[in-house]
């Protein structure tokens, strides 16, 4: 059997690829046409539209058979893009011709200047008003008190003129540091007033800190507060010099067998205000000549009998070695 295969639509709106065109059909045999439907036109906006179509088979001596569809077309792009792109080119449109039609208005708030204007005018203050004549003679004018001349400045010597700013500015005045009374300085004081041995000397107390020096038998130190003397500091005068040494309450004898040892009107320090270091105990004193007689304040213990050294011999004074207890008060005279 030979066919050939055919399609048609209303309007002619499709093409048809139809491939193969003709067939022959071999008897107890079946062929298969492909046919690809496409629209002449493209709709680029829009709705669906349906396009009814007809496929024939023909045949020869036998009428044609046709097989009837429906071919939907749609449009290219989504309906909501058109109305978003309608919208943006009406906004557009609208902006530029706003943009076109507006006109700033600018307008010159100077105004012309005319002569009459500027006679009108009211004169300088530097220019002399005119002189009406007058009839009647005027009175003499008195004459104006002559203005004493200013003073002139003094040349302080602090520059050229101008405010004097040509100096070199002078560096920032150090304030001086307030003096420090020791027991050297204690000591030289009582000696200039007073001929004869003298012994000052001061407390380091722990957690108050320095006090001022106190000489000949007065009280330097605390009684009854448990504050121990970290550190004292000793001058003489008439005894040319004096020596000592300190014992602490953990380190015992912290410089060992090292006495310090200075002359009359300096001062010497026994024992060490740091922190880590614990508080004395007692001290070895002597000088040079005669003899020295300290007397101490222990904790737990209160006063303790006052002694003396030996002429240019040497005396522990304090707590007990054995009792390691803190000093926190002297009384010393020589």
């Known amino acids: 059997v030979t066919a050939s295969v055919a399609g048609a639509d209303t309007g002619d709106h499709l093409s048809y690829e139809i491939r193969p065109g003709n067939v022959q059909i071999e008897p107890g045999r ?7 439907l496409k ?37 290219f792009l989504p309906r909501w893009l058109a109305t978003f792109f309608g919208i943006f080119l009406a906004l557009a449109l609208a902006f530029v011709m706003i943009w076109i039609a507006y006109k700033p208005q600018v307008s010159s708030k100077a105004t012309e200047q005319t002569e009459q204007a500027g006679a009108a005018l009211a004169p300088s203050p530097s220019a ?8 009647a003679p005027s009175a003499p004018a008195e004459s104006p008190a002559a ?31 307030p003096v420090v009374r020791t027991a050297a300085t204690a000591v030289k004081e009582l000696a200039a007033r007073s001929d004869g041995r003298h012994i000052c000397y001061r407390a380091y107390v722990a ?41 602490h309450v953990v380190e015992g ?24 270091v614990s508080p004395l105990e007692g001290f070895t004193l002597k ?48």
């Open 30 to 36: 079946a062929a298969f046409v492909e046919t690809t």
């Open 39 to 75: 629209p002449r036109q493209v709709i680029w906006f829009g709705s669906k539209e349906e396009r009814p179509y007809t496929l024939s088979v023909k045949r020869s001596g036998v009428d044609p058979t046709e097989v009837e569809g429906t071919y939907v077309q749609r449009g």
């Open 128 to 135: 002399a008003p005119e002189t009406l004549p007058s009839t």
């Open 147 to 177: 203005q004493p001349a200013a003073p002139e400045p003094k040349d302080d010597g602090a520059g050229g003129g101008g405010g004097g700013g040509g100096g070199e500015p002078k560096p920032p005045t150090k304030k001086p540091k």
């Open 207 to 247: 957690d108050k800190g320095w006090q001022q020096p106190v000489c000949d038998g007065a009280e330097a130190g605390t009684v009854g507060k448990n504050l121990p003397i970290k550190v004292l500091n000793i001058a003489v005068s008439g005894t040319k010099g004096v020596s000592g040494n300190g014992a």
């Open 253 to 276: 004898w912290l410089t060992g067998d090292k006495w310090e040892s200075e002359g009359d009107g300096v001062d010497m320090y026994l024992g060490s205000s740091k922190e880590a």
């Open 287 to 334: 000088t040079t000549e005669g003899i020295v007689c300290p007397n101490t304040h222990v904790k737990d213990k209160g006063w303790q009998k006052q002694g003396c050294t030996e002429a240019g011999n040497w005396r522990y004074f304090g707590s007990p070695m054995d009792q390691r207890l803190q000093l926190e008060a002297v009384r010393i005279t020589v």
